[in-house]
């Protein structure tokens, strides 16, 4: 991919996956998904039950969530203020390769007991328990991330095509929080998305197919990684203005961050 600029850091560090939900994912962007999937007719949820406005439509043979992300175009802040332009792209994404190692294997047996007390707690004050993703990986099996790349002036959504939600094949979403911006004379100036990443603070979620996902303007994301099977085509919405610096900028952050 064309990139604004390239970095290289180092940092040892292994994330432990979660499953992507809005809650967690909110200071990254948004999380698109029916928020019905139980209905088996176009019934209108109570407005309790609503987390979009939501209206019936197609002579009330469907239900129509309204502003379910939000699309930003912000090219009228980049050097050039050259205007953008909507685009939509497909991603054929192949499955990635994943490692194993005994970190791993340390850090998945962790993981797995505080997953189990987690879900004991939920159970002892009558929280519905959540399915989490810690088991649905390899216990010993890791993704390195050796990229991270942010498009500072647009929003970037991701739609899975053919993959349903319960599917061994699903993606990974790894982000990273934002550091205040820090010129120096390799980088002098970060085209306006603040700084570098911070990889202290580096998420990954487990998404499966029935959902998609949209990254904020600025946010640092790992290229699509598919895990499973089978490749997953997705649509990808964005502005752009064909400015390759202003489009995207990619950062490279070594060989020993690794997600499980």
């Known amino acids: 991919m064309s990139t604004m600029s390239t970095k290289k850091t180092t940092?040892?560090?292994?994330?432990?996956?979660?499953?992507?939900?809005?809650?967690?994912?909110?200071?990254?962007?948004?999380?698109?998904?029916?928020?019905?999937?139980?209905?088996t007719s176009p019934i209108l949820p109570s407005k309790s039950?609503?987390?979009?406005?939501?209206?019936?439509?197609?002579?009330?043979?469907?239900?129509?969530?309204?502003?379910?992300?939000?699309?930003s175009n912000n090219y009228d802040k980049s050097p050039s203020q050259k205007p953008a332009i909507?685009?939509?792209?497909?991603?054929?994404?192949?499955?990635?390769?994943?490692?194993?190692?005994?970190?791993?294997?340390?850090?998945?047996?962790?993981?797995?007991?505080?997953?189990?007390?987690?879900?004991?707690?939920?159970?002892?004050?009558?929280?519905?328990?959540?399915?989490?993703?810690?088991?649905?990986m390899s216990t010993a099996a890791v993704f390195p991330i050796q990229v991270l790349?942010?498009?500072?002036?647009?929003?970037q959504t991701f739609i899975?095509?053919?993959?349903?939600?319960?599917?061994?094949?699903?993606?990974?979403?790894?982000?990273?929080?934002?550091?205040p911006h820090q010129p120096n004379a390799?980088?002098?100036?970060?085209?306006?998305?603040?700084?570098?990443?911070?990889?202290?603070?580096?998420r990954a979620f487990w998404a499966h197919g029935g959902q998609a996902v949209t990254y904020a303007p600025g946010t640092w994301h790992s290229p699509m990684a598919v895990i499973g099977d089978k490749s997953v085509d997705f649509v990808v919405v964005q502005y752009s203005n064909g400015v390759v610096v202003e489009d995207c900028e990619e950062r490279k952050i070594g060989d020993n961050i690794v997600v499980l």
């Open 49 to 71: 039950e609503q987390s979009y406005p939501v209206v019936t439509a197609n002579q009330d043979t469907a239900l129509k969530y309204m502003d379910v992300t939000i699309m």
């Open 86 to 136: 909507p685009v939509m792209n497909l991603f054929v994404c192949f499955p990635r390769a994943l490692t194993t190692t005994a970190t791993a294997a340390a850090a998945a047996a962790a993981a797995a007991e505080e997953e189990e007390e987690e879900e004991e707690a939920k159970e002892a004050v009558g929280t519905t328990k959540t399915t989490t993703t810690t088991t649905m």
């Open 11 to 39: 940092s040892n560090k292994t994330v432990i996956h979660r499953a992507l939900t809005q809650e967690y994912f909110s200071p990254f962007g948004t999380v698109i998904e029916n928020p019905s999937p139980s209905l």
């Open 160 to 179: 899975p095509l053919g993959l349903s939600a319960d599917s061994p094949t699903r993606y990974l979403v790894v982000v990273a929080p934002t550091l």
């Open 149 to 155: 790349e942010r498009h500072c002036y647009t929003t």
């Open 186 to 202: 390799e980088f002098p100036d970060d085209r306006g998305g603040g700084g570098p990443p911070d990889l202290d603070n580096l």
